[in-house]
């Protein structure tokens, strides 16, 4: 709910991600993708930020049961997660931002339990940024406990 901004940047279509002001342009961008593990640190980021009285501004596009890699599998609202990354890959290359935060939960349904097919499609989605944002630093947050 709340703490995923939920219906607002986490689990909405792309137009309302956009309206609604989740999606920034502007220096110092963090841009958090994945599941609702990643909507889980705009939160703590933003606090963090605000505290620091730094300029950096956070931009996400989150799904529930949508990890950041190009798999088979639909999210929470049935849409199928590959278009769902080529809505993030394509809004990271608009926007150029400064670093591509990514997480999700491994042991869900999308996510990929086979340890060398995960990292084949965690390669995947870090090329797939690379080509769109070539100047992205790209920070992947493993799994928690």
Same mark, same amino acid.
């Given at each position: 709910g709340e703490l995923l901004r939920g219906g607002i940047? @986490?689990?909405v279509q792309l137009t309302a991600?956009?309206?609604?002001?989740c999606i920034k342009n502007g220096k110092h961008n963090i841009f958090i993708i994945g599941d609702s593990y990643a909507?889980?640190?705009?939160?703590?980021?933003s606090h963090y930020i605000d505290n620091k009285g730094s300029d950096y501004i956070?931009?996400?596009?989150?799904?529930?049961?949508?990890?950041?890699l190009f798999v088979d599998g639909k999210d929470d609202l049935q849409r199928s997660v590959?278009?769902? =990354? =080529?809505?993030r890959i394509n809004e990271i290359k608009r926007v150029q931002p400064e670093v591509v935060l990514l997480t999700w939960s491994v042991?869900?349904?999308?996510?990929? @339990?086979d340890k060398k097919l995960a990292i084949d499609a965690l390669?995947?989605?870090? %090329? %797939?940024? %690379?080509?769109?944002?070539?100047?992205?630093?790209?920070?992947?947050i493993g799994p928690v406990p």
């Open positions: 940047c @986490h689990s991600a956009i309206s609604n002001g909507a889980a640190l705009f939160n703590g980021l956070i931009s996400q596009m989150t799904d529930g049961n949508a990890p950041p590959i278009t769902l =990354n =080529n809505n042991r869900e349904t999308n996510g990929v @339990h390669s995947l989605t870090i %090329k %797939k940024i %690379k080509e769109a944002s070539p100047d992205s630093r790209i920070v992947f």
